[in-house]
C-alpha cells in the first residue's frame, strides 16, 4: 500500500511563493501527481514527475525525489483563485492512484 | 464535448437501500476509476477499470458493485446501502491506466444515507 503525507492546512498572502510538501512510502511507484480542487468542485490536474527533478508549467512547478520519497509544490505569485485544496497522489505499479488527505492553502490580501 | 457527466449531483437515501450512481464519459477513454472523499481521508479508489469488460477491487471496495459494459458508461452500485457510505463520489476516466495520461475527474455526486 501507499503512505501519503501532506500539511493540512497553509496560509500565505497574495503575489508570495508557498510550498507544498509531499511524503510517501509506497509499495510500487510508476508517477506523482498534483492536483487542485476548488471547495466544492473536482479535483483537476496540475502536474506529473516520474523522473527526479523540476517541472515547471507556468507559476506552478512540481518537484520529486524517489530516493527520498519526496515532492513538492511550488505555487509563485500567488492569486486569491489559488485558495483551494492541493492533492498528492502517488501511482503504484499496477496504475492505481493513491491520494493523500489534501492541503488546503489560503490565499490573503 | 461534456467529458464526465455523473448523476445524480445529490441524493438522500435510507438506509437498506439499494442505489447506482451513473458515470458516463464520451471522451473514449479506456480506464475508468470510482473514488469516495471523506473530510480529513482525502480520496479512496473503490473499483476502477482498465477497459471495458473488466474491473477489479481498489482500496474501499466492500459494499459496492460496478459494471463495465462499454467504454463509456461506468455504474456504482450500492446493494444495501449504510450510513458510513455518507459521502462525495467522483468517478474519472483516463485515456490509458499508464504513461503520462492523467485522470480527469467527473464533478461528483453527493450521497447522504440515513
Known amino acids: 500500500g501507499q503512505n501519503i503525507d501532506q500539511p493540512t492546512e497553509m496560509t500565505a498572502t497574495e503575489g508570495a511563493i508557498v510550498q507544498i510538501n509531499c511524503t510517501y512510502q509506497?509499495?510500487?511507484?510508476?508517477?506523482l501527481f498534483w492536483y487542485q480542487q476548488h471547495a466544492g468542485e473536482a479535483p483537476t490536474f496540475l502536474s506529473y514527475?516520474?523522473?527526479?527533478g523540476l517541472e515547471e508549467k507556468g507559476r506552478f512547478s512540481s518537484f520529486l525525489s524517489r530516493s527520498k520519497g519526496y515532492s513538492y509544490l511550488l505555487l509563485k505569485e500567488l492569486q486569491m483563485k489559488d485558495s483551494a485544496s492541493y492533492l498528492c497522489a502517488v501511482r503504484d505499479n499496477d496504475y492505481k492512484l493513491s491520494f493523500g488527505a489534501g492541503t488546503t492553502v489560503t490565499v490573503r490580501a | 464535448i461534456a467529458g464526465i457527466t455523473q448523476a445524480p449531483t445529490s441524493q438522500i437515501l435510507a438506509a437498506g437501500r439499494r442505489m447506482t450512481l451513473r458515470c458516463t464519459q464520451d471522451?473514449?477513454?479506456?480506464?475508468m476509476y470510482w473514488y469516495r472523499q471523506d473530510l480529513g481521508l482525502g480520496l479512496r479508489l473503490i473499483h476502477y477499470?482498465?477497459?471495458?469488460?473488466?474491473?477489479g477491487k481498489g482500496e474501499v471496495p466492500d459494499g459496492y458493485s460496478v459494471s463495465r459494459a462499454n467504454t463509456d458508461d461506468f455504474p456504482l452500485t450500492l446493494a444495501s446501502a449504510v450510513p458510513s457510505q455518507t459521502s462525495v463520489y467522483f468517478c474519472?476516466?483516463?485515456?490509458?491506466?499508464?504513461?503520462?495520461?492523467?485522470?480527469?475527474f467527473g464533478p461528483g455526486t453527493r450521497l447522504t444515507v440515513l
Open positions: 509506497t509499495s510500487g511507484f510508476n508517477g
Open positions: 471522451m473514449r477513454h479506456n480506464a
Open positions: 474519472a476516466s483516463s485515456a490509458v491506466a499508464g504513461g503520462a495520461d492523467t485522470q480527469y
Open positions: 477499470s482498465n477497459t471495458a469488460g473488466t474491473t
Open positions: 514527475n516520474v523522473l527526479d
